[in-house]
């Protein structure tokens, strides 16, 4: 870690280095069994937001600007290795999809925002354990010399 100071579910893009763990901040519902998960994603429509949501993209950007706001640039600059084209696509599909806020303020040269609505937060919250189990994950396999 470079030693800057960091608010609990940020961590900095590019490295190992993440902390996680939080619960989610509003009553999300918690399935019970795979079997129940199985036939929840039956539906289209959750398949899709799942694939959104889960996309290499995607959980960057929703762990990025959780508790953040920041301008496309600044995004940009703190998810490294997405092309131009990449973010402005993820932007789009996750602001449809209910999760991302774009706030275009009316100023010259434009100055537009984005930030997580509280679905956003939802979905950063609950995935930020996962990118955790991951990290402890690989951790795990390269200290026992099995890759990563």
């Keep these: 870690m470079d030693g800057t100071p960091r608010r609990p579910g940020t961590f900095p893009i590019g490295s190992t280095d993440f902390e996680v763990g939080y619960p989610p901040r509003s009553k999300v519902a918690v399935v019970a069994t795979v079997r129940e998960l199985q036939l929840d994603t039956s539906c289209p429509f959750t398949r899709l937001l799942v694939e959104h949501v889960t996309s290499k ?3 960057l ?4 600007l959780d508790e953040r706001t920041l301008r496309w640039s600044a995004l940009k600059r703190e998810i490294e290795g997405v092309s ?6 993820t932007l789009q599909t996750l602001e449809a999809d209910g999760l991302v806020r774009r706030d275009a303020l009316p100023v010259v040269p434009p100055h537009v925002e984005y930030s997580l609505t509280a ?3 939802d979905a950063a919250a609950l995935l930020a354990p996962l990118v955790g189990w991951a990290q402890q994950h ?3 396999r390269s200290g026992a010399g099995l890759g990563g």
């Design 57 to 59: 993209w995607g959980v």
């Design 61 to 64: 950007v929703l762990l990025t």
């Design 84 to 89: 131009e084209k990449m973010l402005i696509q």
């Design 119 to 121: 679905d956003g937060h």
């Design 138 to 140: 690989v951790q795990e």
